[in-house]
């Protein structure tokens, strides 16, 4: 995959990144080389894609290798266009679609043949997803979808949407998932300009009227946010491993550009205020990716359930580490960039539109505030759990002497 990404993407990035558009021929290399089957989870869909291309079941490291590697192009939009749908709009039709519904989507998207997209966000629904707007009624056999959709990353070229909608009561319990295909009418899309990310296609939906079939419902009704809730250890689990990467980026241009570099007679890195910076950077972002890696185990070893539980506060702190990281490692390399930095293009290319695009990783997914408060009430969770359990066991009785 190094290979493939320095001769086939890394230098074409910038020029997909200013046009906003990636080739169709990318997304069906991606397909071809088993990423887009990798971006759903575990297991890998042999039914839908047939055997993985490298002989061997996949674990989620291989995930984290992919995210890597594609990373290192230092471009959020390139790989939240190539993948992003992907990861975070297919699995909840892999793991509560029909089969008829799976037999039609699958194949299709994990070959890079079609896209499929997340529609959860709203104007005034982001991370309040138990307050969205969004309604979908049933009348014989179809829905009756209107509402809107803002931020959907990959939604201008996407063929399927997973929207998350409310066919219920008011809160969590009213939420389904529907899958809206592109063609239906009342489906409106609009590609947003947006500070960064500009080739992964953020767009605003509005659905006016959208009959969607029955059959295109995923799951039962009033699952959906239970249904989210379950893919979002792993949404988090790409972002993480997207950031920490584009933090490494950050790091790296900085030690290749201070190496050669001259100010006052000296190389940069000679200089001790600049060696403080790269040393920081790289203090962070190793330890970092080591807690990443702790949690790619876990989740490769952890039955699915167990993971569900015990992870999901630790993904989230682990999120905002990531975000914190690269944020910090972008405005370090800007400073030794200097006006570099600023220019689009050029030496400062990556160090530029990384500095643009930390939001882009820092919020979706859950914003740090939502993440850090999410990381200590499920802990505290976990420890009320346990004290329970530990209260209702046998306790052991005392020796008689």
Same mark, same amino acid.
């Given at each position: ?262 100010? @006052? $007679? ?10 403080? /910076? #790269?040393?920081?950077?790289? *203090?962070? %972002?190793? !330890? ?48 030794? @960039? $200097? ?10 290319? /990556? #160090?530029?539109?990384?500095? *643009?695009? %930390?939001? !882009? ?41």
């Amino acid at each position: 995959m190094r290979e493939y990404v320095d001769e086939h993407i890394m230098s074409n990035v910038h020029d997909w990144d200013e046009k906003g558009v990636i080739p169709k021929e990318m997304y069906l290399e991606a397909g071809k080389q088993g990423t887009l089957g990798l971006c759903i989870g575990r297991p890998w869909p042999e039914k839908y894609f047939g055997p993985s291309p490298w002989g061997f079941e996949p674990d989620y490291f291989h995930e984290l290798i992919m995210y890597d590697e594609m990373s290192r192009t230092g471009s959020v939009g390139f790989q939240w266009g190539i993948a992003g749908g992907t990861t975070i709009g297919l699995p909840p039709v892999y793991h509560h679609g029909s089969e008829e519904l799976k037999q039609r989507v699958m194949p299709a998207c994990v070959k890079g043949e079609k896209v499929c997209c997340l529609a959860i966000t709203e104007p005034t629904a982001g991370s309040d997803v138990a307050n969205l707007k969004c309604t979908a009624k049933l009348e014989g056999d179809h829905y009756i979808l209107n509402g809107e959709k803002k931020w959907i990353t990959n939604g201008i070229f996407a063929d399927y949407f997973t929207v998350a909608c409310r066919t219920g009561k008011p809160g969590v319990g009213g939420i389904s998932l529907l899958l809206v295909e592109k063609g239906m009418p009342g489906l409106e899309t609009r590609k947003m300009k947006c500070s960064g990310a500009w080739s992964s296609g953020t767009t605003y939906i509005t659905f006016d009227d959208v009959k969607v079939p029955k059959g295109n419902l995923l799951g039962k009704e009033g699952k959906g946010f239970q249904y989210m809730m379950q893919n979002f250890n792993h949404e988090r689990f790409a972002f993480c491993a997207m950031s920490t990467r584009f933090a490494r980026v950050c790091l790296e241009e900085s030690l290749k550009f201070a190496g050669k570099r001259k100010t @006052f $007679g000296k190389t940069l890195i000679q200089h001790p205020v600049i060696r403080f /910076k #790269v040393a920081e950077m790289a *203090r962070q %972002v190793e !330890a970092t990716h080591n807690w990443l890696e702790w949690i790619t185990y876990q989740l490769n070893t952890m039955p699915k359930l167990e993971a569900m539980l015990k992870l999901g506060g630790h993904t989230a702190l682990c999120k905002v580490q990531c975000t914190k990281v690269m944020e910090y490692c972008a405005r370090e390399a800007a400073q030794i @960039f $200097g006006g570099l930095s600023y220019s689009r293009g050029g030496q400062g290319e /990556k #160090v530029e539109r990384l500095n *643009r695009e %930390v939001r !882009a990783m820092a919020i979706p997914g859950g914003s740090e505030e939502i993440m850090l408060d999410l990381g200590v009430k499920q802990s505290t969770k976990l420890a009320q759990m346990a004290k329970m359990f530990a209260e209702a066991a046998p306790q052991p009785q005392a020796a008689k002497l």
